[in-house]
């Protein structure tokens, strides 16, 4: 299996502060096709989770475009340009190239 | 709009079974794969099983085989999940989800609000 190592796992973040999230692949997500299956997700408390980029870089409807993603291969990374006090919440990298695993999480949380 | 709408869940003993539904509007249903992922309470995500188009292959997490059984409607445009033998450790929110690709077309996953599950004697 794939396994997806997502770091750090706890970030403080100062609102209006960029901030990133790392997310590292055992192998990687290329497809023979040129589709790399690697998602975004934020869930808040209580929440279901909420796509945030799909395909590693395509935002989806109706995120804010603070949000971005990039990469390849087997590194990819979650960018936001400013941190609002709403974007806390864990976040998890999903690779979906070789069946489906998801990254360990990353908590979001204020100063 | 692509709607997931998940019901089934609730309280059942252990050894017990249990049927999830899904119900899928917005889309095409027979021209995509279907997959149910699951969230333990405090715990991160899970794939559990995954189906494709014409329900002629089917596929399940090792934890879960002989277990659980996914099926689909294409005529009623649902998804099912059948488990049996339920343990403490399958309590969880389960999640319906679309998968990306029609043909060679690819665009975004989409997510159902999900359906607790909840094995407790």
């Known amino acids: 299996d794939i396994v997806l190592t997502q770091s750090p796992l706890s970030l403080p973040v100062t609102p209006g502060e960029p901030a990133s999230i790392s997310c590292k692949s055992s192998q990687s997500l290329l497809r023979s096709d040129g589709y790399s299956f690697l998602d975004w997700y934020l869930q808040k408390p209580g929440q279901s989770p909420q796509l945030l980029i799909y395909?590693?870089?395509n935002r989806a409807s109706g995120v804010p475009d603070r949000f971005s993603g990039s990469g390849s291969g087997t590194d990819f990374t979650l960018k936001i340009s400013r941190v609002e006090a709403e974007d806390v919440g864990v976040y998890y990298c999903m690779q979906a190239t070789q069946s489906w695993t998801f990254g360990q999480g990353t908590k979001v949380e204020i100063k | 709009e692509v709607q997931l709408v998940e019901s089934g869940g609730g309280l059942v003993q252990p050894g017990g079974s249990l049927r999830l539904s899904c119900a899928a509007s917005?889309?095409?249903?027979?021209?995509?794969?279907m997959y149910w992922v699951r969230q333990a309470p405090g715990e991160g995500l899970e794939w559990v099983a995954k189906?494709?188009?014409?329900?002629?292959?089917?596929y399940y997490v090792d934890s879960e085989k002989g277990r659980f059984t996914i099926s689909r409607d294409n005529a009623k445009n649902s998804l099912s999940l059948q488990m049996n033998s339920l343990r403490a450790e399958d309590t969880a929110v389960y999640y319906c989800?679309?998968?990306?690709?029609?043909?060679?077309?690819?665009?975004?996953?989409?997510w159902g609000q999900g359906t607790l599950v909840s094995v407790t004697s």
């Open positions: 989800v679309r998968g990306y690709c029609t043909g060679n077309r690819c665009s975004r996953p989409y």
């Open positions: 395909l590693v870089s």
């Open positions: 917005g889309f095409i249903f027979s021209s995509y794969w």
């Open positions: 189906i494709n188009e014409d329900g002629s292959e089917k």
